[in-house]
């Protein structure tokens, strides 16, 4: 089969399109040929050697096909049947074997580009809205990155659950989509950003903050929050947040700060499809629409690494083998 591998550590000149050997599925896998594969910022981080992985490896983990094939064990899914998945490793190729507990059925409404890269991002907007922060109906939030992909599927859930939403954004086109997606109010990066949303909130600020930017944001994403309340810092699309003294939460309104993955709210198979069958029914119902704004064909991984990182993408982006 056709696979994109990480052949060393570095920028997307190290994406090769490659022919791999073909997976066969354990007792308890099935294989999957691909539909859409789904593009990442995690995918960049290991890419780079940010986080831990050994070079050459096939990236990716997310995506959706039907079935081809499935293991002795596996008496659940059949040949045939639409998946998705968001954690099954070596995901940018044609054929990819996934554990089957793992293998989240597709409704007949959801579509394959939208299945295959809606659930990391889907999966954690759920999780921040219901595990890692509370927010309750009435509530505001400020959401950075509103047009990015979390950041639109986040604005859609929490606008279904009764949230007051103010995001963030750095171009008209992206506030056009942040304001679509439903946000209250979209600003834009800058100084002044802090003095706009305690305009908002009649100085109090805000109860938490989601922050996927990192970098360049927690500063003033740590100035917004209101007393008693949370920053969850769930990405570092603008580097990773330097260090920072602890104490200073205590001064700044008794905040805190939480840096979660989505690999713990998931781990629980039960979790899992729950989270997966509550999501993936808001998409089939309407009440979510997951924008897919970029497709490349799979051999084109390093072109959807570099716009990807150059934060000109808008809502997910997906990878079309064959």
């Not at 554990?99 to 889907?122: F, I």
């Not at 400020?142 to 103010?166: C, D, E, F, P, S």
Request: charged content about 20%; aromatic content about 6%.
């Amino acid at each position: 089969m056709r696979a994109i591998q990480v052949i060393r550590h570095g920028g997307p000149e190290v994406l090769e399109y490659a022919t791999v050997d073909d997976p066969s599925p354990g007792p308890d896998d099935v294989v999957v040929r691909t539909r859409a594969v789904g593009v990442n910022f995690i995918d960049t981080y290991l890419r780079r050697g940010m986080y831990p992985s050994v070079p050459p490896y096939v990236p990716g983990t997310e995506g959706a096909g039907e079935i081809v094939a499935v293991g002795d064990a596996v008496d659940d899914l059949t040949v045939g049947q639409r998946v998705c998945w968001v954690d099954a490793p070596a995901s940018y190729a044609e054929l990819v074997a996934v554990p089957a507990a793992r293998a989240m059925p597709v409704p007949d409404a959801v579509a394959d580009d939208v299945a295959g890269s809606a659930m990391l991002r889907g999966l954690t907007a759920h999780y921040l809205l219901d595990g890692s922060a509370h927010p309750q109906s009435g509530d505001s939030v400020l959401i950075h990155a509103g047009a990015g992909g979390v950041g639109l599927i986040l604005t859609q859930l929490a606008k279904v659950r009764g949230l007051r939403v103010i995001t963030t954004v750095s171009t008209d086109e992206k506030q056009q989509l942040s304001e679509a997606a439903g946000a209250d109010h979209v600003l834009r990066y800058g100084d002044d950003l802090v003095e706009r949303v305690r305009a908002l909130t009649e100085g109090r600020g805000v109860p938490v903050v989601y922050d996927g930017v990192g970098a360049d944001t927690f500063e003033q994403s740590l100035a917004v929050t209101a007393v008693r309340g949370i920053v969850v810092l769930f990405g570092a699309a603008s580097g990773p947040v330097p260090p920072f003294d602890l104490q200073r939460l205590n001064a700044a309104g008794s905040l805190s700060v939480t840096r979660p993955t989505l690999a713990h709210f998931i781990a629980d198979p039960t979790e899992l499809r729950w989270r997966s069958d509550d999501y993936l029914g808001v998409i089939a119902a309407g009440d979510v629409d997951v924008r897919v704004g970029q497709r490349y064909p799979l051999e084109q991984a390093a072109q959807a690494h570099s716009d990807l990182e150059a934060r000109i993408t808008t809502g997910a982006t997906v990878l079309l083998p064959g």
